[in-house]
């Protein structure tokens, strides 16, 4: 029997079932807003309203289901070796403050790195971008990576909700 793995987030404290149970997660990435990058700053701020999150919640599974894959890198990288896990899917959904938000549903692969997610201080950065595939299909903007860095753009995000999988292939969170 493996020992739990206790996160902890303020206000409240959840365990994963079991540690190296699932490594599946749902964690919100982009809250309705608008943002503007601190370092190269955009020609004008990135706006995020409902009707984007949607846009680019369906690009992203479109992308997912045509066997694109969503990495999960440690910091913003494309390098092989800092993939953590993948990301399975994408929605909106609202916050437990109220705020909508973009999520998506993660699996964590890497046994090192999933005892510290959920830890304080623990973000991610999603990388929105109108990224093609070798064959030419055009998803439009789309997740293309949710990386886990030390200084996120999007700094306002609940922490991570660890999921279990049902024998059904359901994603139910872990009370």
Not at 24 to 28: L, N, T, V
């Given at each position: 029997?493996?020992?739990?793995?206790?996160?902890?987030?303020?206000?409240?404290?959840?365990a994963l079932a079991q540690a190296g149970a699932s490594g599946?997660?749902?964690?919100?990435v982009l809250r309705v807003g608008d943002y503007q990058h601190p370092i190269t700053p955009w020609p004008t701020p990135l706006h995020v309203d409902p009707a984007y999150i949607d846009s680019v919640a369906k690009a992203t599974n479109e992308a997912l289901a045509a066997g694109v894959d969503v990495y999960v890198p440690d910091g913003?990288?494309?390098?092989?070796?800092a993939n953590k896990g993948f990301?399975?899917?994408?929605?909106?959904?609202?916050?437990?403050?109220g705020h909508e938000a973009l999520f998506v549903e993660?699996?964590?692969?890497?046994?090192?790195?999933?005892?510290?997610?959920?830890t304080p201080g623990t973000k991610v950065s999603a990388m929105i971008a109108d990224y093609g595939t070798g064959t030419g299909k055009d998803f439009g903007a789309r997740v293309v990576h949710v990386a886990l860095p030390p200084e996120p753009i999007a700094t306002e995000q609940s922490n991570f909700v660890p999921l279990s999988v049902a024998q059904s292939g359901t994603t139910d969170k872990v009370e």
């Open positions: 029997m493996s020992t739990p793995v206790i996160f902890r987030d303020p206000g409240s404290t959840f599946r997660f749902r964690k919100e913003h990288t494309t390098k092989a070796e990301v399975r899917r994408a929605f909106r959904d609202r916050t437990a403050d993660m699996e964590i692969l890497d046994p090192e790195i999933l005892p510290k997610i959920g």
